[in-house]
């Protein structure tokens, strides 16, 4: 398996959906291939990329052993492990297994697929699932809010990147925090990507702009470099897959 990149942050709808599923989507439209790995009980990921599920499978491979499921997606090199409201009980469900961080890790292992990146898409929290994310991955990428409110959360993510990092995961690299539903013409803008630049030097994305294609592409099922290829979110996200390419080689 290539770079697995956990996209976390446990701030709500501060756009890390949106950037695992639009990443992956680039990627594979550029020839590499892609699955995105649905860890949200809310099931966005799953919905954005045009298919539905429970997530009852991917809690069962969690806990039972077996191989996560991986659905094609109708888009050339773009799978996805579709989650859903199921994965609301993994909290419940998996805390007492002995190692209950390192399931999601194993059931990687025992997941064919040769892929050239995967995304897991966290939900908002700092729960189990975030935390197996993190030790599953080579790489977290951490999207902000792009205003001084989403800075404030920042701190926590970092801290519990660091706990995974010190723990469970050595290995684990802060790929970057990539700014994202940016307002790139107001003064504060800057202040935030300066204080940004402050805090991981060298390690933040382009901004992603907000950007009204980005708000209706999930409604649609579809990544926005299919739904609005010539916006300013497909723009945004091939700049940013292209940044990541950079950062982590691949
Ligand atoms: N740059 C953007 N411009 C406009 N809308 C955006 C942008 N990024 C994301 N959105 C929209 O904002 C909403 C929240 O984004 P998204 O689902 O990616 O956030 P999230 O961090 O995954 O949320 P949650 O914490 O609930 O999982 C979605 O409806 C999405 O379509
Ligand atoms: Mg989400």
Not at 50 to 60: I, M, P, R, S
Not at 118 to 139: E, H, I, K, Q
Request: charged letters at 20%.
């Amino acid at each position: 398996m290539g770079r697995i990149i956990a996209v976390a942050n446990h701030k709500g709808g501060v756009g890390k959906t949106a950037t695992a599923v639009n990443l992956a989507a680039v990627l594979a439209a550029e020839g590499a291939t892609a699955a995105v790995v649905d860890l949200d009980p809310q099931g966005s990921a799953t919905s954005w990329l045009g298919l539905d599920a429970d997530g009852g499978e991917v809690l069962e491979a969690l806990s039972d052993g077996v191989p996560l499921p991986v659905r094609d997606t109708g888009i050339d090199r773009l799978q996805v492990v579709p989650g859903g409201t199921a994965l609301a009980a993994a909290e419940r469900r998996l805390a007492g297994e002995i190692g209950a961080e390192h399931l999601l890790a194993e059931a990687l292992g025992r997941t064919r697929g040769t892929w050239d990146w995967v995304f897991l898409d966290c939900p908002p929290s700092l729960g189990l699932l975030a935390v197996n994310a993190l030790v599953a991955a080579d790489a977290v990428l951490v999207p902000v809010e792009a205003h001084h409110l989403g800075l404030r959360g920042l701190v926590d993510s970092r801290r519990a990147v660091e706990a995974v990092q010190r723990r469970l995961n050595p290995q684990l690299e802060i790929a970057g925090v990539l700014p994202c539903r940016a307002h790139c013409r107001r003064t504060l803008h800057r202040e935030v990507l300066e204080a940004l630049e402050a805090s991981f030097p060298g390690r933040v994305g382009p901004p992603i702009r907000e950007n009204v294609s980005l708000a209706e592409a999930p409604a649609y099922g579809q990544p926005v470099t299919l739904y609005a290829p010539r916006s300013n979110g497909s723009a945004d996200y091939r700049a940013a897959a292209r940044w990541l390419r950079e950062r982590l080689g691949g």
